[in-house]
């Protein structure tokens, strides 16, 4: 099953140079995922991660490296469902982005899970039943 990573997990993996021991299991967890082709991926994210790099060369690199991920195609039904999300959790006192809500409804739309490290995902969770994606290895040395 395709696990759609957002991009708080692509910035730890291409971006941050020194990483703690969480933040190493993660990176670990999204290369697994990486080489097992479960990695999906939005435009929205791709336009998150292009964005703000000034330096030509790095720009032309990192949008060489992600071309090798194919884009989720979105419909009228993604935008819909995030529009919903938006609604509902405006309701429940729970504030968001429009590409948060945007990753939520692509992934109940597609009934796939969230790779992320931002917290208001979590939030978001508490009203919209959104699958969050955990890192295997932690879940598998927590049942030892």
Do not use: P
């Amino acid at each position: 099953m395709k696990i759609l990573v957002d991009t708080s997990i692509w910035s730890l993996a291409l971006r941050k140079k020194t990483l703690t021991s969480k933040e190493l299991l993660i990176v670990k967890e999204f290369r697994e995922l990486i080489n097992e082709l479960r990695v999906a991926m939005i435009g929205s994210i791709r336009q998150e991660l292009l964005s703000g790099i000034s330096d030509e060369d790095k720009f032309e690199r990192l949008r060489d490296k992600l071309t090798g991920f194919e884009d989720i195609h979105l419909n009228q039904e993604d935008y819909e469902k995030a529009a919903e999300i938006s609604n509902e959790c405006r309701r429940n006192g729970v504030q968001g982005s429009h590409i948060d809500f945007l990753i939520c409804a692509v992934a109940l739309n597609r009934n796939i899970s969230i790779f992320t490290t931002d917290n208001d995902f979590k939030n978001y969770k508490k009203i919209v039943s959104i699958k969050l994606h955990s890192i295997r290895e932690e879940i598998n040395s927590m049942g030892e």
